[in-house]
T-cell receptor, first 113, second 113 residues
């Protein structure tokens, strides 16, 4: 079965600084990888997804993520963080077959002036 | 385009009362449907998922049940709520296949008094 680890529970960055959120997965075959964002009191919104092909994927809101098979990682990045990026971020992994995604426990991002 | 509706947005219930949360999806047929719960400060807990009418998989034994009376309708119920049932409940849908992204509703904040 697949699993996801998000090592950082909470990260604080200054507005305008770069951001990298870590995600490590465990899955024996080619994974399907996702990043979601959740603002307080809201549902989860899909930021980007990786299925195959180019290992650097672009998403919405200026986010990108890089799939590194050798490190079993799918880290989320943004070159310049805005205060509106403060939210909870979830990494998820899917497998072939009709089973639900497996989500990490999330990383809470705070943005300071 | 596809949309997902969850209601109510907020609910306050006494301990021991029944519960019914409803979720409907528009613009797609035969979706996979999911119920998740988020306790305060914690990640997503998958409660139930359904791959078709009348087909419900329970992930965690608990005080809750789910039903799918129609193709695009998913209901979360309880006969007697416990204090521990408090939380943020999210419904989600996806097209068939474990490699597909899930799309979330706006959630229901349930408080048990």
């Amino acid at each position: 079965a697949q699993s996801v680890t998000q090592p950082d529970i909470h990260i604080t960055v200054s507005e305008g600084a770069s951001l990298e959120l870590r995600c490590n997965y465990s899955y024996g075959a080619t994974p399907y990888l996702f990043w979601y964002v959740q603002s307080p009191g809201q549902g989860l919104q899909l930021l980007l997804k990786y299925f195959s092909g180019d290992t650097l994927v672009q998403g919405i809101k200026g986010f990108e993520a890089e799939f590194k098979r050798s490190q079993s990682s799918f880290n989320l990045r943004k070159p310049s963080v805005h205060w509106s990026d403060a939210a909870e971020y979830f990494c998820a992994v899917g497998a072939s077959g009709n089973t639900p995604l497996v989500f990490g426990k999330g990383t809470r991002l705070s943005v300071i002036a | 385009s596809q949309t997902i509706h969850q209601w109510p947005a907020t609910l306050v219930q006494p301990v021991g009362s029944p519960l019914s949360l409803e979720c409907t999806v528009e613009g797609t047929s035969n979706p996979n449907l999911y119920w998740y719960r988020q306790a305060a400060g914690r990640g997503l807990q998958l409660l139930f998922y359904s791959v078709g009418i009348g087909q419900i998989s329970s992930e965690v034994p608990q005080n809750l049940s789910a039903s799918r009376p129609q193709d695009r309708q998913f209901i979360l119920s309880s006969k007697k709520l416990l204090l521990s049932d408090s939380g943020f409940y999210l419904c989600a849908w996806s097209v068939l296949g474990g490699n597909q992204p899930q799309h979330f509703g706006d959630g229901t904040r349930l408080s048990i008094l």
